[in-house]
């Protein structure tokens, strides 16, 4: 089963920046379709953005020419560029490998990890 571990989070102010690492145990890790998901304050976990062990990608509509999803398999991490930060992207990021998806969701087939908090100070 794969372990996921993530990081790079913190506190920025609006319009700044932050680069989210997700590493993942296991040799599968290349083959797996792999997603960011978010959970603000007293929200529901919601899709953030997935990328195939192609390198096709898919984002949130809210996220998109802000956020760029990408992945390094030599070393089994996921990352997330977030750029033209919002206070409404304040939360905690979560990555997951997805046993489906589509356009703007993906389904998670792995226990969560612990998340990295992002906080956007306006």
């Known amino acids: 089963q794969v372990q996921l571990v993530e990081s790079g989070g913190g506190l920025v102010q609006a319009g700044g920046s932050l680069r989210l690492s997700c590493v993942a145990s296991?040799?599968?890790?290349?083959?797996?379709?792999m997603g960011w998901y978010r959970q603000a304050p007293g929200k529901q976990r919601e899709f953030v953005a997935w990328?195939?062990?192609?390198?096709?990608?898919n984002y949130k509509d809210s996220v998109k020419g802000r956020f760029t999803i990408s992945r390094d398999n030599a070393v089994n991490t996921l990352y997330l560029q977030m750029n033209s930060l919002k206070p409404e992207d304040t939360a905690v990021y979560y990555c997951n490998a997805l046993s489906s998806w589509g356009t703007s969701w993906g389904t998670p087939r792995t226990p969560w990890g612990l998340g990295t908090q992002v906080t956007v100070s306006s």
């Open positions: 296991g040799s599968v890790f290349r083959t797996y379709t």
């Open positions: 990328i195939t062990s192609g390198g096709s990608t």
